[in-house]
């Protein structure tokens, strides 16, 4: 970290997680903070699903819900942002004090249950950019108390496709009572139908992906792949927060419900991502997601099978300057190398990935 990303880390840190989350929104509302000028590298170019990437590293989902700052990210050195999850009706989510920081193990357990200001606000933004450049994904979800959380998606589809490079259907967050259980085969089925049909009748059609949880058996995971491969999704984000509990160092905070990110999710979700690009095969997308925080680990998950990497709690504890820093990192990776494009890198530790057992 620079000096300037350590006294601002500093300056956040003396705030609670979600006032000093607010205050990095305002930041880049406001044009701040500034970076340098962002690696532009045509070797580390990736072609998923009809889009054209600047480069693999994309900021997660849960940073900007609702969809505030995307070119502000991009601006930092992402090749792609993904806003939300946005669900139909603005909700509060759970109550206060609900994310947590594990600073000894660079990780963070929240259990905010898609708090953001609902469709209508998400549309005004997202319209207000549209034909700007840059890749902007919308991740989509229901409202806790909804009596039809397919027709949330539905209505997600209809009303966000059309500003949306692509978009995440979001049912692995283990803070909505219930949500997870829409990845079981049946209920996936009628979601995953509902949902692509929604999305021939847009007046849009982007690709569609499937966010799924890291806290999967192979059972359910054979199930996922063979749902997502029958209803033409076009790929699967792995993963979500684990609601397991590595071994951490952060004492009673690491007790807290919710779902736990950064550093300590890196093998389990990178294990599930290479399992899962077994299951589907070398054709559809996969997005890796979980404990990036270097260039190292973003070409692991691109080693293990990913065609995209994300991050965001790994810049809580690195600072703006990290996607900058990484994308630097792997051009001359990719440079020392030798190589034409970094894609000739993904499925390089898939079989080392995909036969390590989940502790």
């Not at 970076?35 to 072609?47: A, C, F, Q, Y």
């Not at 819900?65 to 509060?92: R, S």
């Not at 692509?196 to 059609?205: C, L």
Request: charged share 25%; glycine share 10%; proline share 6%.
């Amino acid at each position: 970290m620079s000096v300037l990303d350590r006294l601002g880390q500093k300056l956040l840190f003396t705030f609670d997680p979600e006032t000093a989350h607010g205050l990095s929104i305002a930041a880049l509302r406001c044009g701040l903070p500034v970076t340098g000028r962002p690696t532009r590298d045509d070797r580390l170019k990736v072609s998923v699903r009809g889009i054209d990437f600047p480069n693999p590293l994309g900021m997660a989902a849960g940073y900007d819900k609702n969809a505030e700052v995307p070119d502000a990210l991009l601006g930092l050195g992402f090749g792609f942002a993904e806003v939300g999850t946005i669900t139909p009706l603005p909700q509060a989510g759970n109550p206060k004090p609900r994310i947590f920081r594990l600073t000894a193990d660079e990780a963070v357990i929240n259990r905010l249950g898609f708090n953001n200001e609902g469709h209508a606000a998400a549309e005004r933004r997202l319209a207000a950019r549209k034909g700007r450049s840059g890749i902007v994904g919308v991740n989509i979800g229901a409202n806790k108390d909804s009596t039809d959380r397919i027709g949330d998606y539905e209505r997600g589809v209809a009303r966000l496709a059309p500003y949306a490079s692509y978009l995440a259907v979001n049912i692995s967050s283990p803070n909505t009572p219930g949500l997870r259980n829409m990845q079981a085969r049946e209920q996936l089925g009628e979601l995953l139908s509902r949902v692509m049909a929604a999305r021939a009748s847009a007046t849009a059609q982007p690709p569609v992906f499937l966010k799924i949880a890291p806290d999967l058996v192979e059972a359910e995971l054979e199930d996922i792949a063979a749902e997502v491969t029958e209803k033409r999704i076009d790929g699967v984000i792995v993963s979500n927060t684990t609601i397991s509990r590595p071994a951490l160092r952060s004492g009673d905070t690491a007790r807290e419900t919710g779902g736990l990110s950064g550093k300590p999710l890196f093998e389990r979700s990178t294990i599930v991502l290479a399992r899962m690009r077994k299951l589907l095969g070398p054709e559809l997308a996969i997005i890796g997601v979980g404990g990036v925080d270097s260039a190292d680990t973003a070409l692991e998950k691109i080693l293990a099978g990913a065609d995209l990497v994300q991050l965001y709690t790994s810049m809580i504890y690195a600072g703006p300057a990290l996607p900058g820093r990484i994308v630097a990192g792997m051009a001359r990776i990719v440079e020392t190398s030798r190589l034409k494009s970094i894609r000739e890198l993904r499925d390089g530790h898939l079989d080392q990935w995909a036969t390590k057992p989940l502790s």
